[in-house]
C-alpha cells in the first residue's frame, strides 16, 4: 500500500466499525463468552483476483491487535474455489466483529480487481494500457483504485488535486481548448504547483489548438470512433501521452488499443463491478 493511501483506508475502517458495531456487537455479546478463542479462515468461493487482504489485516489488527493473522495468499493472486487467503485465529468476539466489515471490502476489492483483469488481459501484448476513472464508490476510492493495480490496470488521477483534467465542460464555459490550455499553465505557475494538464479533445482541429496552446501532458480522444483515434494518433505523433475515452466495451477495446493510443479509460471496471464471493468461517 502507498503510504499516501494508508490514512484514507484508516478513515474508511473507522467508519465501517462505526457503521457496523456502533455500542456493540450485541448478538456475539450475549452468546460467545468473552474468553472464548477460535480460528477462522477467509474461504474464495469463486474463481477471480482477490484484493483486501492487507486492508483485512488491518482491520482485525484495529479491533484486536492480539489477533494473530496467518496469510496464506497475496493481492493479486488469481484464485480458485476452496483457496483459502488467511487464517485468523484469536478472541471470538473479535473475530466474529471484523467478519463483515473485512469481508465487504474485500469482497468488493476483488470484484474490481477481477473485473479489471479481464480487461487488461484482453490487451496484455499491446502497448496500450487500461486505466480507472474517478467513477468510485464513495468514500472507497482509494480501495478500488488499488484493486485496479492489483488486477493488470493502471490508476489515472485519485481525484480532482493531483491532475488537472480539461473536460467539455470547463472547456466550454472557459470560452475553448486554448483559452483553458492557457488558464491551467498560469494558473500552476500563479500556484507554484507541478501536476499534469490534460486535455479532453472533440476532434482533430481541436488537437491542434492544444498544440497552439503548448504545455499539456496528455490528451484525451472523448468518443473518437476507432479511425477516427488512428488519425488522432498520428496527429499527436508521441507528442504527449494519449487516452481514449467514452463508451469504449470490453468488444471493442482491442480495436481501440490496435490505434496505438497510450492509455484506454473505462469507468466499467469499479462502477458495473460484481463482487466476488467468499466467506469467513470456522476451522
Known amino acids: 500500500m502507498k503510504p499516501e493511501y494508508k490514512p484514507y483506508v484508516e478513515e474508511l475502517i473507522e467508519l465501517a466499525i462505526k457503521e457496523d458495531i456502533g455500542d456493540?456487537?450485541?448478538?456475539?455479546?450475549?452468546?460467545?463468552?468473552?474468553?472464548?478463542?477460535?480460528?477462522?479462515?477467509?474461504?474464495?468461493?469463486q474463481e477471480g483476483i482477490i484484493a483486501g487482504i492487507e486492508v483485512a489485516k488491518m482491520v482485525t489488527?484495529?479491533?484486536?491487535?492480539?489477533?494473530?493473522?496467518?496469510?496464506?495468499?497475496?493481492?493479486?493472486?488469481?484464485?480458485?474455489?476452496?483457496d483459502v487467503a488467511f487464517y485468523v485465529e484469536g478472541?471470538?468476539?473479535?473475530?466474529?466483529?471484523?467478519e463483515r466489515i473485512l469481508l465487504n471490502i474485500m469482497q468488493r476489492m476483488s470484484?474490481?480487481?477481477?473485473?479489471?483483469?479481464?480487461?487488461?488481459?484482453?490487451?496484455?501484448?499491446?502497448?496500450?494500457k487500461v486505466l480507472d476513472t474517478r467513477k468510485t464508490t464513495p468514500g472507497m476510492r482509494v480501495l478500488e483504485k488499488m484493486a485496479v493495480k492489483m488486477g493488470g490496470g493502471e490508476n489515472h488521477r485519485i481525484g480532482l488535486f493531483d491532475m488537472i483534467l480539461l473536460k467539455d465542460n470547463h472547456?466550454?464555459?472557459?470560452?475553448?481548448?486554448?483559452?483553458?490550455?492557457?488558464?491551467?499553465?498560469?494558473?500552476?505557475?500563479?500556484?507554484?504547483?507541478?501536476?499534469?494538464?490534460?486535455?479532453?479533445?472533440?476532434?482533430?482541429?481541436?488537437?491542434?489548438?492544444?498544440?497552439a496552446a503548448g504545455g499539456v501532458d496528455r490528451i484525451m480522444f472523448d468518443n473518437f470512433s476507432v479511425e477516427q483515434?488512428?488519425?488522432?494518433?498520428?496527429?499527436?505523433?508521441?507528442?504527449?501521452?494519449?487516452?481514449?475515452?467514452?463508451?469504449?466495451?470490453?468488444?471493442?477495446?482491442?480495436?481501440?488499443?490496435?490505434?496505438?493510443?497510450?492509455?484506454?479509460?473505462?469507468?466499467?471496471?469499479?462502477?458495473?463491478i460484481k463482487s466476488l464471493d467468499m466467506s469467513l468461517k470456522a476451522c
Request: glycine share 10%; aromatic share 4%; with cysteine.
Open 91 to 98: 478472541n471470538l468476539q473479535s473475530l466474529l466483529r471484523a
Open 171 to 211: 472547456i466550454d464555459f472557459a470560452g475553448g481548448v486554448a483559452k483553458a490550455v492557457t488558464g491551467a499553465k498560469e494558473y500552476l505557475k500563479a500556484k507554484g504547483k507541478n501536476i499534469p494538464i490534460e486535455c479532453e479533445v472533440r476532434s482533430l482541429e481541436d488537437i491542434k489548438e492544444v498544440f
Open 61 to 82: 489488527e484495529r479491533l484486536d491487535p492480539e489477533v494473530k493473522f496467518e496469510q496464506i495468499l497475496n493481492d493479486g493472486d488469481r484464485v480458485k474455489v476452496g
Open 229 to 272: 483515434t488512428r488519425e488522432a494518433v498520428a496527429l499527436v505523433a508521441g507528442r504527449c501521452e494519449t487516452e481514449s475515452s467514452g463508451g469504449i466495451t470490453l468488444e471493442t477495446l482491442r480495436d481501440y488499443a490496435a490505434t496505438g493510443v497510450d492509455f484506454i479509460s473505462v469507468g466499467a471496471l469499479t462502477h458495473q
Open 111 to 128: 470484484g474490481v480487481a477481477t473485473q479489471t483483469a479481464v480487461y487488461a488481459d484482453r490487451i496484455a501484448d499491446l502497448h496500450t
Open 24 to 45: 456493540g456487537d450485541h448478538t456475539s455479546l450475549c452468546c460467545i463468552p468473552a474468553e472464548e478463542r477460535g480460528r477462522m479462515r477467509l474461504l474464495c468461493k
